[in-house]
């Protein structure tokens, strides 16, 4: 029973990084690197899309990324500790 | 006033600052040494982790880098931002939960392995040792040019400054110390970036100037007239693959970097690990944002300063003539016509530009007043020895800390203990400084190594021991050992042997990523043919990643508080 919140809470976490790695490879990897030629025809302001999430939009959204999982994980880590509370309160009851 | 005068005062004014902030951080226990007795803010640390990553090579040498290579300079702007996601997502707060002291700590813990934990220290040693080189190379640079001291006399100045804070307070110390000097550097590097943005397209922030004018549009159409590649053209002198690989090598270096990484014990919880690395990458990416944009600008103006000027003119702007002297602008009228011509053609090409004038001189170049060059002085020292320090920080704890009291005399007294730190940080000091006064000359063709090593060694060895618990000693010392013997080898036949690059033509700086890949797959693979870890490991993981309180930052609050 005292396993299971925490358990609960490491599934939600690796989730949680799998969503914001998959951001981070398609910013970092696909649009700033292999896809970056296409996205060049594209233009923001008065430069290449491309170039410009290479040298400016890509660590923009790094920052974000960071900043949304200690966010994130705030909120996960105080359900944990709520229901890991609850249920050390019940099994005081009980006795 | 000159701006030799206005150096000099910045100069003292910014070591009395950090002389100041040393004595009052000395500590007297191992804890406050190694770890800056776990009490370090998260912004704070976030600004000291930005300080300790961005060497004099950031400040300095990245714009003017990124100036020549136009967008392959994404590279370094990538590779040095994007590691700090995979840092906090994969590795930082699961560090700090960890709580020891350094990196080989955690290997060897986690792996429960004396072998490990050597291979760890010396992969530790020698990326650092490695890197702080260059930076005392940079202190001496920094003071030779706007100081007129020889290089020795300024990496001696240096050496001295970084002993009396890193021997007194250790960790606590350098922390300090380097959120001062965080601040000096951003605000050297904006002070010119806002200028020379402002003069060449009225908008003074230089992220918005280089998306929103017409500057970066104008260089493509000079560079394509002079013969270059268009300036936002990808892959002009790199393949794609090579590209790929170099980046991603950078940024799981990056994120395997162990002065990097020991920034993340330095807080007092998980929850402020998280928060500290998300500061980190903000007060990183406002100089990594602007570089490009000082990079872009740079080039432009110089270009349009020089190319096809008649040489009288040139040679009557007063920056022109102190750059000339120091060698890293070289005019020659090749053809006599008379006029100065840029071409991408070494035969023909008239100026030659060195790539860390870039930085330096745009504030001349800006015709700004002589206080600003002076502030960009005091910003590169700071860069340069935020570094250094974090480095020798790093270098000592490893033989101290995990060589001498965990291996070699675990019965050590606590006083013995920071005695032995101490005098581990004067001897890295002297190395350090050695090197900088006779650099080896194969110290930039090794820079590559402490990024490729990081990224070979203990980037997935430490992934692994937190996210996958069949992974077991066995495992990942196989796993250490040929990620590093691969990626060593490689190096070493292309920069020493005239190998040639037979993996695809991958670069030697980005075969830190295929090391990093065997390393993974031969860990996974060695640990499941072999038992699994024993129950208390099992238990250690599985504390690692419990989001419950933690008990032991609770007892340590109470120690502090009967001291």
């Known amino acids: 029973m005292h396993d299971r919140p925490s358990q609960r809470y490491w599934k939600s976490n690796i989730a949680l990084i799998r969503i914001l790695l998959a951001i981070w490879a398609l910013v970092a990897i696909f649009a700033s690197i292999l896809f970056v030629e296409p996205l060049n025809a594209i233009e923001i302001g008065q430069i290449p899309f491309g170039f410009w999430i290479a040298q400016q939009g890509a660590i923009f959204i790094f920052v974000i990324l960071i900043f949304v999982y200690a966010i994130r994980m705030d909120v996960l880590e105080k359900q944990a500790n709520d229901e890991d509370n609850r249920d050390s309160a019940t099994s005081n009851d009980e006795l | 006033m000159s701006p030799e005068a206005w150096t000099t005062i910045l100069v003292i ?25 776990q009490g370090v803010p998260a912004i704070a640390n976030g600004a000291a982790t930005a300080a300790d990553w961005m060497s004099a090579a950031s400040f300095i040498s990245m714009a003017g880098l990124i100036s020549f290579l136009g967008y392959d300079g994404s590279i370094y702007l990538l590779g040095w931002t994007g590691g700090y996601v995979l840092l906090a997502l994969l590795l930082a707060p699961y560090l700090r939960k960890f709580g020891k002291y350094t990196v080989p700590d955690f290997v060897g813990d986690r792996y429960d392995s004396k072998v490990a934990r050597i291979i760890a220290v010396i992969a530790a040693i020698f990326v650092s040792l490695t890197y702080v080189a260059g930076q005392m190379r940079g202190v001496g640079i920094v003071f030779s040019r706007f100081l007129q001291v020889n290089i020795e006399t300024g990496v001696v100045i240096g050496m001295v400054i970084v002993a009396f804070f890193a021997i007194l307070g250790g960790m606590k110390g350098i922390t300090w110390t380097q959120v001062a000097q965080y601040c000096v550097l951003i605000f050297a590097y904006l002070i010119p970036a806002i200028a020379i943005a402002m003069l060449l397209t009225g908008n003074p922030i230089p992220q918005l100037a280089f998306t929103f004018s017409d500057i970066v549009d104008k260089l493509n159409g000079i560079q394509v007239d002079l013969g270059f590649a268009e300036y936002t053209k990808a892959f002009s002198s790199k393949t794609m693959l090579d590209v790929l690989f170099i980046t991603l090598a950078l940024m799981v270096g990056t994120a395997g970097l162990p002065h990097v990484i020991v920034r993340f014990y330095t807080v007092p919880n998980v929850r402020a690990a998280r928060y500290s690395a998300a500061w980190a990458l903000l007060f990183i990416a406002i100089l990594y944002t602007t570089a490009p944009a000082v990079g872009a600008f740079a080039r432009y103006n110089l270009i349009e300063t020089l190319h096809d000027k008649p040489i009288e003119t040139v040679q009557e702007l007063d920056w022109v003539e102190k750059w000339q002297n120091t060698g890293l602008l070289q005019l020659e009228d090749k053809n006599n016509d008379d006029r100065l011509q840029l071409t991408p053609d070494a035969e023909t090409n008239e100026i030659t530009i060195d790539r860390d004038i870039i ?28 570094t250094a320090s974090g480095l020798l920080l790093v270098i000592s704890s490893s033989v101290a800390h995990d060589l001498y ?4 005399d675990p019965t050590a007294s606590e006083s013995k203990r920071l005695l032995v730190g101490r005098f581990m940080v004067g001897i890295a000091i002297a190395v350090a400084g050695y090197f900088g006064i006779n650099p080896p000359g194969f110290v930039a063709q090794v820079v590559a190594f402490a990024f490729g090593l990081a990224a070979a060694s203990f980037f997935p060895t430490i992934v692994l021991g937190i996210f996958d618990s069949r992974t077991n000693k066995q495992g990942a010392i196989a796993g250490m050992i040929v990620g590093l013997v691969f990626t060593t080898a490689y190096i070493i036949g292309i920069k020493f042997y005239g190998m040639p690059p037979w993996f695809f033509g991958v670069s030697a700086e980005g075969i830190g990523t295929l090391g990093m890949v065997l390393n993974a797959i031969v860990t996974w693979s060695v640990s499941r043919l072999t038992p699994p870890p024993p129950a208390e490991i099992q238990a250690f993981v599985e504390n690692l990643r419990s989001p419950l309180a933690e008990p032991p930052a609770l007892a340590d609050i109470g120690e502090e508080e009967l001291d």
């Open chain 2, 13 to 37: 004014l910014s070591f009395i600052l950090y002389g100041y902030i040393g004595w009052r951080s000395r500590v007297k226990d191992t804890r406050g040494f190694f770890v800056a007795e």
């Open chain 2, 359 to 386: 930085v330096l001189s745009t504030p001349e170049v800006a015709k700004l007043a002589p206080w600003v060059i002076a502030v960009v002085a005091a910003g590169g020292l700071a860069a340069a020895l935020s």
């Open chain 2, 405 to 408: 009291y965990r291996i070699i």
